[in-house]
C-alpha cells in the first residue's frame, strides 16, 4: 500500500511565525502535491513537484512556497503566517508523471493565531 | 478552466441501501479519479477511471467519456460510507495530474 505520511495531525502557531509542513512518501513516487481544503471552497491546488528541485505554481499559491530536496519529501512553508493561512492541508503523490491514482496523507490541521 | 459539478450535494440514506453519485464535467478528460473523505478528513481514493467500469467490494464506477459524465455506485450502504465523495478531473496532456475537483457529495447513512 502507498503510505504518505504528514508530519503533523494538528498543528498551532501564531501570527508572522514561519511555519514548515512535511510529506514524505515511501513509494518513489514522481509526483507529489499540496493542497488546502476550506469549508465552502473545495480543495485547492498550492503547488506541486514532477521531479527533484522542480516545483509549479497551483491555483493559490501566494504565500507559500515548497522545497523537493529529496524525491520522496515535499516540504510546504508558509513564509509569514496569517490567520487567513489557518486551514486543512493534505499533501499527495502519483506514481507516474503523467496521470495515475492520486494517494493523499492524513492532513495537517494548522490554526494560526 | 474545466468545471466538475456534483450530484445530489446531500444524501441520506438508512443502511442497506443503494445509491448513486454523478459528476459531470464541462469538457473532455484524460483523468478522472474518485475519492472519499471520511468524518476525520482522511481522503481515500477509490477508483481511477478515465473511462469504462470498474468494481472494488460493494462499490463500482463508470465513466463515459464521450457524454462526459461519471457515476459512483454504492451497493448495500454502511454507516462506514458516511463522508464526502468527490469527483476530481483532469484535461491536459502535459501537466502530470494536475486535478481539478468537484464540490462533493455528503453522504450521511444510518444505522
Known amino acids: 500500500d502507498v503510505k504518505v505520511t504528514q508530519s503533523s495531525r494538528y498543528l498551532v502557531k501564531r501570527t508572522g511565525e514561519k511555519v514548515f509542513l512535511e510529506c514524505v512518501q515511501d513509494m518513489d513516487h514522481e509526483n507529489m502535491f499540496w493542497y488546502r481544503q476550506d469549508p465552502g471552497l473545495g480543495l485547492r491546488l498550492i503547488y506541486f513537484?514532477?521531479?527533484?528541485?522542480?516545483?509549479e505554481k497551483g491555483d493559490i499559491p501566494e504565500g507559500y512556497s515548497v522545497s523537493r530536496e529529496k524525491k520522496e519529501r515535499f516540504s510546504l512553508i508558509l513564509e509569514s503566517a496569517s490567520t487567513n493561512q489557518t486551514s486543512m492541508y493534505l499533501c499527495a503523490s502519483t506514481r507516474v508523471r503523467l496521470f495515475g491514482p492520486q494517494h493523499f496523507g492524513d492532513g495537517t490541521r494548522l490554526s494560526i493565531l | 478552466g474545466i468545471q466538475v459539478e456534483q450530484s445530489p450535494p446531500d444524501l441520506i440514506l438508512q443502511e442497506g441501501a443503494n445509491s448513486t453519485l454523478r459528476c459531470n464535467f464541462s469538457d473532455s478528460v484524460n483523468n478522472l479519479q474518485w475519492f472519499h473523505q471520511n468524518p476525520w478528513g482522511q481522503l481515500i481514493n477509490l477508483f481511477y477511471?478515465?473511462?469504462g467500469t470498474k468494481q472494488n467490494g460493494r462499490l463500482s464506477a463508470t465513466t463515459v467519456a464521450t457524454e462526459r459524465y461519471s457515476l459512483l455506485y454504492i451497493s448495500s450502504s454502511q454507516t462506514t460510507d458516511s463522508g464526502v465523495y468527490f469527483c476530481?478531473?483532469?484535461?491536459?496532456?502535459?501537466?502530470?495530474?494536475?486535478?481539478?475537483f468537484g464540490e462533493g457529495t455528503q453522504l450521511t447513512v444510518n444505522p
Open positions: 477511471i478515465p473511462s
Open positions: 476530481a478531473v483532469e484535461r491536459s496532456e502535459t501537466s502530470g495530474s494536475r486535478l481539478t
Open positions: 513537484s514532477y521531479d527533484v528541485k522542480m516545483k
